[in-house]
T-cell receptor
Framework: QKEVEQNSGPLSVPEGAIASLNCTYS??????FFWYRQYSGKSPELIMS????GDKEDGRFTAQLNKASQYVSLLIRDSQPSDSATYLC????????????FGTGTRLTIIP | GAGVSQSPSNKVTEKGKDVELRCDPI?????LYWYRQSLGQGLEFLIY????????KSGLPSDRFSAERTGGSVSTLTIQRTQQEDSAVYLC???????????FGDGTRLSIL
């Protein structure tokens, strides 16, 4: 059973601070890693994708991947109240098995 | 529109009825996925279509669930003899190719009375 684990939160972060969201996965052959943001009552929205070890930055977002530790994280700099949402970590194997396995999400609240 | 389109947005039906949910993927996307999200739960994979290949049905929870994709574009998810545990948001996603990021529609909220 492939698993993706996230702390459900809620994680509360002051406005302007860095929010750090973490995710671990059980399947060592996982190849692609994604972070989705989901506002209450809305569908998931892709924030970041990362495929190789290291950091990937896009604006205020940085994804970090460590395949040896089976760990992927998302950092949000200069957090804004509009960042308040549930963040979903998703993983897939590729190589013909393209379905995403999702974590249950971390609920993030940015405190003004 | 440019995104994944799903209909209906909401569906309320009685237990035992059949329902059909529709997904129109982003134009040019060859891969299409169905997931469902129950209240307070993570997203659960249901089925995946890639081009003309046989679909991956490994996530379908029972033989009451089926899906088809006609002409490599629009997909229909059918649930027969609905049960209360089928109540969930059914999400469709598409991607340009099978190893590319998936983009989600707004979902169909299904409620079984």
């Amino acid at each position: 059973q492939k698993e993706v684990e996230q702390n459900s939160g809620p994680l509360s972060v002051p406005e302007g601070a860095i929010a750090s969201l973490n995710c671990t996965y059980s399947d060592r052959v996982s190849q692609s890693f994604f972070w989705y943001r989901q506002y209450s009552g809305k569908s998931p929205e892709l924030i970041m994708s990362i495929y190789s070890n290291g950091d990937k930055e896009d604006g205020r977002f940085t994804a970090q991947l460590n395949k040896a530790s089976q760990y992927v994280s998302l950092l949000i700099r200069d957090s804004q109240p509009s960042d308040s949402a549930t963040y979903l970590c998703a993983v897939n194997e590729n190589f013909g098995n393209e379905k995403l396995t999702f974590g249950t999400g971390t609920r993030l609240t940015i405190i003004p | 529109g440019a995104g994944v389109s799903q209909s209906p947005s909401n569906k309320v039906t009685e237990k035992g009825k059949d329902v059909e949910l529709r997904c129109d993927p982003i134009s040019g996307h060859t891969a299409l996925y169905w997931y469902r999200q129950s209240l307070g739960q993570g997203l659960e994979f249901l089925i995946y279509f890639q081009g003309n290949s046989a679909p991956d049905k490994s996530g379908l929870p029972s033989d009451r669930f089926s899906a088809e994709r006609t002409g490599g574009s629009v997909s229909t998810l059918t649930i027969q003899r609905t049960q209360q545990e089928d109540s969930a948001v059914y999400l469709c996603a598409s991607s340009l190719m099978s190893n590319q990021p998936q983009h989600f529609g707004d979902g169909t909220r299904l409620s079984i009375l």
